[in-house]
């Protein structure tokens, strides 16, 4: 299976290679949903600080947090940039010219006795990120550490695909501070004696890995499919409706209830969909579908469809706000 066939599978809908990383709507969704995947665990919920700055101000807010004494060790710096930087040439055809890419990068100063031991358990933290969101998370593995000079080593994190492998990510152990700070010589010198390990993550790159990790191909029977993690994906509960012109007073009420339960849901921030047919509910790739019927009306039980297992679950409509976000949250 080419990385060619899967894209034009998928459609456009989600992402088109021919002039650079061209999202569509659902893969504009589904690239949001995880860099704020990434930002969550990379910059919110490390146990030491993590700081997000601008790329070209990265002195100004080291600068800032010496004043109010926050460089306390080991901490972080975030940036979220275009890189004009190639990744993964050796997957794209000659024809495919991708000018720039978006990352995010976070660099963890900490304490010389500490960057060895920072640097491989982030190598471990990073990989177990990457597998946790993965239909086959064993695709995901370390390459071989590339030294770059005596101060500096690299590893990056791959995925294995039938048309080669995709460097999602690149972790660095880093003992020269200079290359980071430049000239702000004042900072290095309270800092002391420190090591770098940085990560830094393709968001565009990480976008199409999970777009053909979810990917099935299409056999005589069935279409093309796309199991994304219900977390990356681009709408998290679909409603379908009966068409308004259909005369049958109980399905308009069933549709009205429909309606309230997805209002009820944008409320609280989850991604929803409205159709008026179940093939849209599959084209949209959809994981969780509401269903309502007769005996809705009477007990309020409302059955929720997993298109990624294909079971149904029946629960009280109260509990729907509750039941999306543990699965898809």
């Known amino acids: 299976m080419t990385l060619e066939r899967i894209l034009k599978d998928l459609g456009t809908g989600f992402l088109s290679l021919e002039r650079g990383f ?37 002195s100004e807010t080291l600068e800032t947090l010496q004043r109010v004494g926050a460089l306390y060790k080991p901490f972080g710096m975030a940036v ?20 720039s890419h978006r990352v995010g990068k976070v660099t963890v100063v900490t304490e010389a006795a500490e960057g060895k031991d920072l640097y491989h358990r982030k190598q471990r933290e990073r990989k177990v990120w990457w597998r946790k969101f993965s ?43 200079k290359k980071i700070f430049k000239e702000q010589n004042e900072i290095e010198n309270s800092l002391g004696d ?37 977390k990356f994906s681009p709408y998290k509960v679909g409603f379908q409706i009966l068409p308004s012109d259909d005369p049958d007073s109980k399905s308009q009420e069933k549709s009205r209830l429909l309606l309230y339960l997805n209002t009820l849901l944008k409320a609280e921030g989850i991604e929803t969909v409205v159709a008026t047919s179940e093939k849209g509910m599959e084209t949209l790739q959809v994981p969780l579908i509401v269903v309502v019927d007769d005996m809705t009306l009477q007990n309020g039980l409302i059955r929720v469809w997993s298109q990624l297992t294909t079971l149904h679950e029946t629960i009280h409509m109260t509990d729907l706000i509750k039941y999306v976000s543990s699965r898809c949250r």
């Open 194 to 230: 420190v090591h770098i390990v940085e990560h830094m993550t393709s968001l565009d790159w990480a976008c199409l890995t999970f777009l053909c990790d979810a990917y099935t191909p299409s056999d005589t029977h069935t279409p093309c499919q796309l199991k994304l993690h219900p």
């Open 22 to 58: 061209v999202f569509g709507p659902q893969g504009q969704l589904l690239r949001r949903n995880i860099e704020e995947l990434w930002y969550r665990y990379c910059v919110v919920q490390p146990s030491y600080n993590v700081f997000l700055s601008a790329p070209d101000r990265i």
């Open 135 to 177: 239909r086959e998370p064993k695709r995901f593995q370390l390459t071989e550490a590339k030294r770059i000079n005596k101060n500096k080593e690299v590893i990056e994190i791959e995925a294995q695909f039938s048309f080669g492998g995709v460097v999602v990510e690149t972790i660095c152990h880093q003992q020269d501070v």
């Open 80 to 99: 979220l940039e275009e890189s004009k930087v190639g990744w993964n040439g050796n997957v794209i055809s000659e024809n495919c010219k991708l000018p």
